[in-house]
C-alpha cells in the first residue's frame, strides 16, 4: 500500500516558478513508478509527466517539455516536479500517482493517488 501527499502548490504569475513535492508512505515507494497529471475544471484529468523507479527516462507531455521537471529522491520516498516558466493554461490541480507496473499517460492506469494540489498561474 502506498499513501501519496502532494504539497507546493499555490498562485504564481506567468513566468514564474513552482516546484510541488509528492511525498509517499511505504517501505517499496523505491520500486514504484511515479506520475503527475493535472485536472482543469472542466476537462478530462491528463499526464503531465512520469518516472521510473530508477529515475531513468522521464516521460512528458509536448506542452510541458523543457519547462517542467521530474525527479525523484527514494531516500527521502520524495518525487519532485519543477515548474518554470508557468502559463496560465498551466492551472489546473496537479496529483501525483504511483504504480507498481509500467508507465502509462492513462490516469485510470495508476493504483495510487494523492488528494492534489491547487496550481494557479495568474496572466
Known amino acids: 500500500q502506498v499513501q501519496l501527499v502532494e504539497s507546493g502548490g499555490g498562485l504564481v504569475q506567468a513566468g514564474g516558478s513552482l516546484r510541488l513535492s509528492c511525498a509517499a508512505s511505504?517501505?517499496?515507494?523505491?520500486?514504484?513508478?511515479v506520475g503527475w497529471f493535472r485536472q482543469a475544471p472542466g476537462k478530462e484529468r491528463e499526464f503531465v509527466t512520469a518516472?521510473?523507479?530508477?529515475?531513468?527516462?522521464?516521460y512528458y507531455r509536448d506542452s510541458v517539455k523543457g519547462r517542467f521537471t521530474i525527479s525523484r529522491d527514494n531516500a527521502k520516498n520524495t518525487v519532485y516536479l519543477q515548474m518554470n516558466s508557468l502559463k496560465p493554461e498551466d492551472t489546473a490541480v496537479y496529483y501525483c500517482?504511483?504504480?507498481?507496473?509500467?508507465?502509462?499517460?492513462?490516469?485510470?492506469?495508476?493504483?495510487?493517488w494523492g488528494q492534489g494540489t491547487q496550481v494557479t498561474v495568474s496572466s
Open positions: 518516472i521510473t523507479w530508477s529515475g531513468d527516462s522521464p
Open positions: 500517482a504511483a504504480d507498481k507496473s509500467r508507465i502509462s499517460r492513462d490516469y485510470m492506469s495508476w493504483d495510487y
Open positions: 511505504g517501505r517499496t515507494f523505491s520500486t514504484y513508478a
